[in-house]
Nanobody
Framework: QVQLVESGGGLVQAGGSLRLSCAASGSISDINRMGWYRQAPGKQRELVAAITRGGSTDYSDSAKGRFVISRDSAKNTVYLQMNSLKPEDTAVYYC???WGPGTYLYHYWGQGTQVTVSS
């Protein structure tokens, strides 16, 4: 199992920046991929960015060019640097770990952190 603890959300003006952190603990050696999802009121949860165990990254169209996902393996922590924030980036951001020692993979989630971008 994996435990995920997020931090770094808050209120920022449009054009500003925030950095989210997600610290993982537990059976982290079986994490295949970590990522950030977000969910705005009335909308479905969507993938924002992800990084695989091998270091490959993937971004949603809305995140490309503005957000950067990175990790510090020594600290078992994944970061999401968000720049040029827009009001439409307002959402609860969730850290996600795709975990599994075998073929079947499980999703683990953090508690979520609120990001609010004012216009």
């Amino acid at each position: 199992q994996v435990q995920l603890v997020e931090s770094g959300g808050g209120l920022v003006q449009a054009g500003g920046s925030l950095r989210l952190s997600c610290a993982a603990s537990g059976s982290i050696s079986d994490i295949n991929r970590m990522g950030w999802y977000r969910q705005a009121p009335g909308k479905q949860r969507e993938l924002v960015a992800a990084i695989t165990r091998g270091g490959s990254t993937d971004y949603s169209d809305s995140a490309k060019g503005r957000f950067v996902i990175s990790r510090d393996s020594a600290k078992n922590t994944v970061y999401l640097q968000m720049n040029s924030l827009k009001p439409e980036d307002t959402a609860v951001y969730y850290c996600n770990a795709l975990w599994g020692p075998g073929t079947y993979l499980y999703h683990y989630w953090g508690q979520g952190t609120q990001v609010t971008v004012s216009s």
